[in-house]
């Protein structure tokens, strides 16, 4: 079993920038891929990025060249650095991991943290 807790959320001014930060229970160097999935109000959850142990990535393209993941296997962590926010980044962010490779389908994340809250004012 893997717990996941998200921290780092807030409130921000468009164009400012916020570091997610998701700390997990056990060893994350034998999950393939670790990611950030969020949610805004009456959307579906969607990908924001994943990395695999390998070091690829995936973005989603509305934030392609604004956010960066990075993960940390010495400390069990994983980041997601978020540059030049907008009021549409506004969602419930969330960490999942899986076994397997790296994929958009949330489905396939057999780990989830409980969501931390990403404010972006105009």
């Known amino acids: 079993q893997v717990e996941l807790v998200e921290s780092g959320g807030g409130f921000v001014q468009a164009g400012g920038s916020l570091r997610l930060s998701c700390a997990a229970s056990?060893?994350?160097?034998?999950?393939?891929?670790m990611a950030w999935f969020r949610q805004a109000p009456g959307k579906q959850r969607e990908l924001v990025a994943f990395r695999t142990s390998d070091g690829s990535t995936n973005y989603a393209d509305s934030v392609k060249g604004r956010f960066t993941i990075a993960r940390d296997n010495a400390n069990n962590a994983v980041y997601l650095q978020m540059n030049s926010l907008k009021p549409e980044d506004t969602a419930v962010y969330y960490c999942a991991a899986r076994s397997g490779y790296g994929t958009v389908v949330q489905g396939s994340y057999a780990w989830w943290g409980q969501g931390t809250q990403v404010t972006v004012s105009s």
């Open positions: 056990t060893r994350i160097f034998g999950l393939i891929t």
